[in-house]
C-alpha cells in the first residue's frame, strides 16, 4: 500500500498539500483529479523520489516495482521494438549478464542466466512489445524504425508502450491519452483494466476515468479526498456532499435548470436515433451530477451570430488531401445547415483533421466547389492555433482587436466567464499554460458569434471542470457543431450524429460509440488480414520496381520534413534541459527570500519564455507529424 500520513508538500512558498492524509491499497486503479497547478504531477515526483514532504511522512512497500510514464521525448536512433523492450529492466539486464558469461566462458555463470531468462519467459517478451505498439496505433512497418524518425506525440506513444512493457507493482501514468486518438484510447483502457498492480494516473477524460478508475483521489483546497468509485461516481458523492451547502443553492438550481430545459428541449426531438436516445441518457444523467460543478471557475456560452445562411457551407465533389499527393478523401459532397452536429469518426490518419481544414479553407481544395453562405460565419478551434495568440498582448486586448466597439465592463465580464478575471484579464499571456492558452482561444471564437463551429481536439490541455462547462456551452450553442474529439463524454454530449472517416470516404455511420468501438476491431482485425495476405503473396519484378520508385519518391518528399522534424526536436531537448534546471532552482527556499525578490522575478520570466518556446515547438511538431503521416499513408 501506499501511505500518506500528515504530508505537507510545498513548491517554494506555496503548499500544495498541507497536513492531509491518504492510504492507497494494493490493486486499487486511482484516478487522480483536481484543478490544473493542484500539485498532481508534484505527487508523482514524491512516489518517485524527485521529491521529499516539507513534513509528515510517504511510505511505499519494500521491493516495490515502479514503472512511470517519462515525459521527455527521447531523440536516439534506437529501433522502435527494442526501444519498448528497454522497459523490461530485468530481461536487459540479464542479457548483459549472458553476454558477459559468454565473454568470460563462465558455463555456470552462462547456465544461470539461461535459467533466469526462461523464469521470466523472455522468448515472449518482443511478441509482447510488438502487441504494445500494435495496440497504440504503430504498424508492423513501424517495429524496426529508429525512435528519432517519429514525430513528439508519437514519441510519447512510445514512452507509454515502454512503461506498459516494464514489469510492475505500481504503475505511474501522468495524462496517458494526450496523444491518443480513440482507437488507441480505447485499447488502453481495456489494458489497463487487466492490469494486475496498482495504477494511479492523472487524467482530464471522464470517460477513460469512468471506463478504468476503482477509485479517486481528489485534490481539493491543499487536501487529498478519497473515493470509491468511477468518477460519475465521485461526482455524485461530491454533488451530495456540496448540495447540502445552503449557500450555494441558488446556483446549483440554476445550473439543474439550464440543464432541465436542455433535455425537455431535445427529448421531443428524440424519438427515433438509437444515437439520440443514447444522448438523452447521458444528459439526464448530467441532471444528476450537476450540483458536483456548482463551485467551477467556469461558466460560459457560445452565443450564435444574428445573421444565418442556408446552407451555411456547400461542398460538391471536392477532393480533399495535400498538394503533390493522392487526395486523402477523393471525392466529398456536403451541405452544412444550421443545427447541424456531426461527431467526425475515424482511424487515425484516415482524413478527419484533413476534412475540418477542408472546411474551414485553411487548406485548398483539390478539386470541385466549395460555397460559402452570405452569412458565414466560422469559429475554428485547432491546436497550432494557440501559437498564433500573440504572447505579448492579454486576454482582454485579444478580444478587444476583435470588437474594438465593446466596452471594457462586457469583455471583462465575458473573460470572467472563462476564468480570466481581475489582473488575470490583463496579463500578458507570455506565462500562460497550455489550458490558459486553449482557454483564451475558446474564449475568442466565442467572443465572434460563430453560426458554424469547428473543433478539432478541443479539449487537449483542459482540466475536467472546463471540459464540463465546454461541454455545457456547446449544448446551448444555436449554430452548427463538426468536431473532432478523443472524449467521448464530449461527443456524446454534444452531436447527433457521426460521420464516419476511413478509406478515402465519409459516410454517415448507423450507430453510438459503443458500436464504434466493435467497427474498430473488425476494421483492425482486417488490416492484420490484409498485411498478411500482402506479406504471403509474390511479387513480380515489375511490382518491385514500382515498389521502389514510390519509395523513392516518398524519401525525397518526406526527407525536407523529416530534418525539420529533427532540428525541431534538438531545440526542444535543449529548452527541456533548461526548464529542468529552472524547476530545480525554484525549489531552493532561499529564493524566495525579500534579498532574492529580484532573482526570483528574473528567473520566473526565464521559465515563462522557455515554456512558451516548447509550446511553439511542440506546435509546429504536430504540424509536420500530421504532414508526414499522410505523406507514408498514401505512399504505402
Known sequence: MLKFDSITLRRGADALLKETSALIHSGQRVAIVGANGAGKTSLFKLILGELSVDAGNFSLPGNCRVSHMAQEVAHIERGACDYVIDGHQELRALERALTQAEHDDNHQAIAHAHGELENIHAYAVPAQAEKLLHGLGFSQSDMQKPVSDFSGGWRIRLNLAQALMRPSDLLLLDEPTNHLDLDAMLWLENWLKQYRGTL??????????????????????????????????????????????????????????????????????????????????????????????????????????????????????????????????????????????????????????????????????LGGNRVEGEHLRVGYFAQHQLEALDYGASPFLHLQRLKPSATDQEIRSFLGGFDFRGDKALETIERFSGGEKARLALAMIAFGRPNLLLLDEPTNHLDLEMRHALTVALQGFEGAVIVVSHDRHLLKNTVDEFWLVAEGKVELFKGDLSDYENWLVDYQRGLSSSDEAVSDGPTSSEDKKERKRREAEARKRLSPLKNELKKIESAIQKVQSALAEMEDALGDSALYDEARKNDLKELLSRQAEAKNEEDSLENRWFELSEQIENLERVDT
Request: aromatic share 8%; net charge positive; glycine share 6%.
Open 200 to 365: 494511479l494516473f492523472i487524467s482530464h477524460d471522464r470517460d477513460f476515468i469512468d471506463a478504468v478508475a476503482s477509485h479517486i483521489l481528489h485534490f481539493e483546497h491543499a487536501a487529498l479526498n478519497q473515493y470509491t468509485g468511477s468518477y460519475s461516481s465521485f461526482e455524485r458523492q461530491r454533488a451530495e456532499k456540496l448540495a447540502q451547502q445552503q449557500s450555494q443553492y441558488e446556483k446549483q438550481q440554476q445550473r439543474i435548470g439550464e440543464i432541465q430545459s436542455f433535455v425537455s428541449r431535445f427529448k421531443a426531438k428524440a424519438t427515433k436515433a438509437k444515437q439520440a436516445q443514447s444522448r438523452v441518457k447521458e444528459l439526464e444523467r448530467m441532471e444528476l451530477i450537476a450540483p458536483a460543478h456548482i463551485d467551477s471557475p467556469f461558466n460560459f456560452s457560445f452565443p450564435a451570430s444574428d445573421q444565418v445562411s442556408s446552407p451555411l457551407l456547400n461542398l460538391s465533389a471536392c477532393a480533399l488531401g495535400y498538394p503533390g499527393i493522392e487526395p486523402v478523401i477523393p471525392k466529398f459532397s456536403s451541405s452544412i445547415l444550421p443545427g447541424t452536429r456531426v461527431g467526425l469518426l475515424g482511424p487515425n490518419g484516415a482524413g478527419k483533421s484533413t476534412l475540418v481544414k477542408s472546411l474551414v479553407g485553411d487548406l485548398p481544395l
